[in-house]
């Protein structure tokens, strides 16, 4: 099923004047309007949060905005520079999200986001990904996911405080309550059905259609399709300029997986030789399949490292080939690098002087494709004395940091997050549990090797300028081995709660 995100920049105008003065743009509580023709009248073309907080609105004249609230700052607007901060911000997001992305016109952005969620970890999560990452570049974002444009569009500026996820096959009656504004309606048009006592979209979807296509014309019955998901509507991505693409066209369209696949290896030569004449290679490749329909089926694929191989994008771009749904037939094929980075060639390794490294980026490529990029990842040092802050997860093509961990004490082959208490008998402060109890079950402690000593990191926060952990390896009669701790000396109640936890595992 299709799937569409909607994000709703409200005050993109103003946030772009913002980000432009940099530090000298005005303190956010300030409010800040943006003026320009209307006529002869100088009129509100955007406000921001503050402003309109202090009952600004769009369209009122400049100079009542600037006698309503004092200290008011006013700027020229620049609609040019609006459209083209827009665009900036789809081409961003196409590299980051999904393969398919639009400028929605004044205030928003498209995305066809069908089979793209498991690669963020989810519809809720990719939403709730794309609206923290625009806060983070000082762009005010809502967004929602639905089943189409329509319906997106409208939820992300009805709905949507800050994400809003319509579930598959609801649409109807999530844009129900909706006023009828959110139908993308003309303004003279919604103001003619509030007349005749159409407040909610609600009220149009209980109407028998005739009757208003007759009185209003085929606009309201189209939108109302396209909210409900009834009625497709294309989406044209944009294309960076710059962007290495090959495209293949059919005589007669295509819908056979064999087929399928037999055109993305012809595709894949094609984009391998354009990237090795600007000597790039592809870091994510985005297949895209225009149905005769004019709907557009999508694929996305990451690499670890650079990729000019033919062979190796073939594969890991039929591998997906479950997740496209040819419809009625295919007629257009698109194949582009949406991220490249420099590689340059490299000369083989002879068999005869050197042994050749195994290359695994193939199979990580692959296995990170099917789980999501996320989820595939290899564990690298921290220097840090405290066990569960030192290790992080890192790419796994990712370089060598350099860190090790410490050698002089064992650890661990399981951590356990976070520590687990148990109940213990032991001497204090520097003894071992003779028994202790953990998930219920009650062991005896065999053998024991400790204490290490571990001091909090009191550079972090003040709670832990007096913080120890005293850590014991332990062995039970059944010969299984824990890495088990008591938080505090065993003296001072200052420097912990003197409570014992079981915190890793030997293998």
Not at 185 to 214: H, I, K, N, W, Y
Not at 324 to 342: S, Y
Request: charge should be neutral.
């Amino acid at each position: 099923m299709t799937r569409v995100i909607s994000v709703f920049l409200p005050t993109l105008s103003t946030d772009r004047v913002r980000r432009k003065a940099g530090n000298t743009a005005p303190p956010p509580e300030t409010p800040l309007i943006l003026a320009g023709r209307d006529g002869q009248r100088r009129v509100v073309l955007a406000a921001d949060a503050a402003a309109q907080a202090a009952g600004l609105r769009v369209g009122m004249p400049a100079t009542k905005a600037q006698a309503l609230v004092p200290g008011l700052v006013i700027q020229d607007a620049d609609t040019a520079a609006d459209a083209e901060a827009l665009e900036r911000v789809a081409l961003w997001m196409l590299q980051r999200f999904a393969p398919i992305v639009a400028a929605d016109p004044p205030d928003g952005i498209v995305i066809d986001s069908t089979g793209a969620d498991h690669l963020h970890g989810g519809e809720a999560a990719m939403v709730a990904m794309l609206v923290e990452k625009l806060a983070s570049v000082g762009l005010r974002a809502r967004a929602a996911i639905a089943d189409s444009w329509g319906a997106a569009h409208a939820l992300a500026r009805f709905c949507a405080r800050p994400g809003f996820v319509s579930e598959p096959g609801a649409v109807a009656g999530d844009v129900a309550p909706l006023p009828l504004a959110a139908l993308r309606l003309a303004p003279v048009l919604v103001a003619d059905l509030r007349v005749l006592g159409f407040e909610r979209v609600a009220d149009l979807l209980s109407q028998p259609r005739a009757p208003l296509t007759l009185r209003f014309g085929p606009e309201v019955g189209r939108r109302l399709d396209q909210a409900t998901g009834r009625l497709a509507e294309p989406i044209e991505p944009v294309r960076p300029e710059a962007l290495i693409e090959v495209r293949r066209a059919f005589a007669e369209p295509i819908g056979a997986a064999e087929t399928i696949a037999r055109y993305i290896g012809k595709l894949a030569v094609q984009l391998c030789d354009a990237l090795e004449l600007k000597g790039l290679g592809a870091r994510r490749l985005d297949l895209i399949c225009q149905r005769v329909d004019n709907r557009a089926q999508a694929v996305r694929v990451g690499t670890g490292l650079p990729l000019r191989d033919a062979k190796r994008m073939t594969r890991l771009l039929c591998d997906k080939i479950e997740t496209i749904d040819p419809g009625f037939g295919i007629e257009v094929m698109t194949l582009a690098a949406t991220f490249a980075e420099p590689l340059a060639p490299k000369q083989a390794a002879s068999s005869l002087v050197e042994e050749p490294e195994p290359d695994v980026s193939g199979l990580i490529d692959l296995l990170a494709n099917r789980v999501g990029e996320a989820n595939l990842y290899r564990a690298a040092p921290v220097a840090s004395d405290v066990p569960e802050r030192s290790v992080r997860r890192i790419h796994a093509l990712a370089p060598e940091t350099g860190a090790e961990w410490p050698g002089h004490w064992p650890r661990p082959s399981r951590l356990l997050a976070p520590p687990e208490p148990i109940d213990t008998v032991a001497l204090l402060p520097d003894h071992p549990p003779v028994y202790f109890t953990w998930r219920g079950m009650r062991r005896r402690v065999k053998r024991a090797d400790g204490p290490e000593r571990v001091f909090g990191e009191w550079w972090k926060r003040d709670p832990e300028l007096d913080a120890v952990r005293d850590y014991f390896r332990i062995e039970d009669d059944a010969g299984e081995r824990y890495w088990v701790f008591r938080a505090g000396d065993g003296e001072d109640p200052l420097t912990g709660s003197q409570r014992w936890f079981l915190h890793g595992i030997f293998g």
